[in-house]
């Protein structure tokens, strides 16, 4: 009865784990894809201050890294080329 329960509080806290990775990795895509802020200062305003973590995570949730996924999807890149281009 007490392994099981500690199973389950463990299998709780890991998916509270999985769930807080999860919406801290969509706040650092929105960051990444609409600001020109540091990956760095991104990464600690998501709430990791071990940047290596962060990444690894990052890829773990994209399959890309967050250098890779700004150069991507950034709508600051993609708003100046169209800017240039209407100009």
Known sequence: Q??????HQAK???????VKHFFCMEQ????????EIPKRSIAEAVGYSNISYFYSL????TAISPTDYRNRYSTIKN???LAE???
């Not at 007490?2 to 199973?7: G, I, K, P």
């Not at 709780?12 to 999985?18: K, L, P, R």
């Not at 990052?58 to 949730?61: A, G, S, T, V």
Request: hydrophobic share 40%; glycine share 4%.
């Open 79 to 81: 708003d100046q080329m």
């Open 12 to 18: 709780a806290g890991q998916i509270i784990s999985e």
């Open 85 to 87: 281009e209407y100009s």
């Open 58 to 61: 990052f890829i773990k949730h």
């Open 28 to 35: 650092a895509k929105h960051l990444l894809s609409s600001t």
């Open 2 to 7: 007490v392994l099981s329960e500690q199973a």
